[in-house]
């Protein structure tokens, strides 16, 4: 399947309300989680439901979670349980010439489905891979996890198999009769943006990947169509 090919919405994956805001391709999925850092996840238990944010990458058609052997989110995902996986980016407040039409322009992400449990022989280079997620070559750089660091972690991937997205984009929709009013109206952007390193050690100089931290801001594909 081409990752601009859309993948059929299932009952719980189907976007109802607006729609057209749904997107079911892998390239919308792809681009708004490699630009996550977190995800919630919601699970259920025998004392109710709850709903965890974690740390997340992606690695080709899986999500990837770590953690503490001792967690319990992950001790009950990584028995195969049924989990909601989700992720959120505010890109600005739209502001309407009506309180009712006011919105938010986003991109979202929802991913259904259960964890399977990353054998230990993996472990080590996907590791790496989520250290190379946060700062390309860190994982040159900085000391490996022994083995009684991987033997406490544990590590989870879900495959992006039943997952939608919704994106919202663009100004106010106001009603026909509101236009006239004399109210400002547009959109407020929004963006997590990089900001200057704050050096703890620096016995071998600065990296590369530090000293660009400042211009290292993802840019989604949304984004990118939109500029």
Not at 8 to 23: I, K, N, Q
Not at 34 to 42: R, W
Not at 57 to 86: F, K, P
Not at 200 to 227: F, H, I, K
Request: hydrophobic share 40%; proline share 7%.
């Amino acid at each position: 399947m081409s990752s601009t090919e859309p993948t059929s919405p299932t009952a719980r994956t189907r976007v109802r309300r607006v729609a057209h805001r749904g997107h079911y391709d892998r390239t919308t999925l792809h681009a708004i989680l490699d630009e996550a850092y977190v995800c919630h996840i919601a699970f259920a238990d025998e004392h109710g439901v709850h709903c965890i944010p974690t740390a997340c990458w992606r690695e080709g058609d899986h999500l990837y979670i770590h953690g503490s052997n001792g967690s319990r989110m992950l001790r009950l995902a990584g028995s195969g349980a049924q989990v909601c996986v989700t992720i959120t980016h505010i890109d600005g407040l739209v502001l309407a010439r009506s309180a009712f039409n006011h919105s938010m322009n986003y991109r979202s992400a929802v991913i259904y489905g259960a964890f399977e449990v990353v054998p230990d022989a993996q472990k080590p280079a996907v590791l790496d891979t989520f250290m190379e997620v946060l700062a390309p070559g860190r994982s040159q750089q900085a000391r490996p996890g022994n083995a009684k660091e991987l033997a406490a972690t544990t590590v989870l991937r879900i495959p992006l198999d039943e997952a939608a997205c919704k994106v919202r984009t663009g100004g106010p929709k106001d009603d026909a009769e509101d236009l006239d009013l004399p109210v400002w109206a547009g959109v407020l952007p929004m963006a997590l943006l990089p900001l200057a390193p704050v050096v703890d050690a620096a016995p071998a100089g600065t990296p590369d990947y530090v000293q660009e931290w400042r211009n290292s801001a993802r840019v989604s594909v949304v984004e990118a169509v939109m500029l």
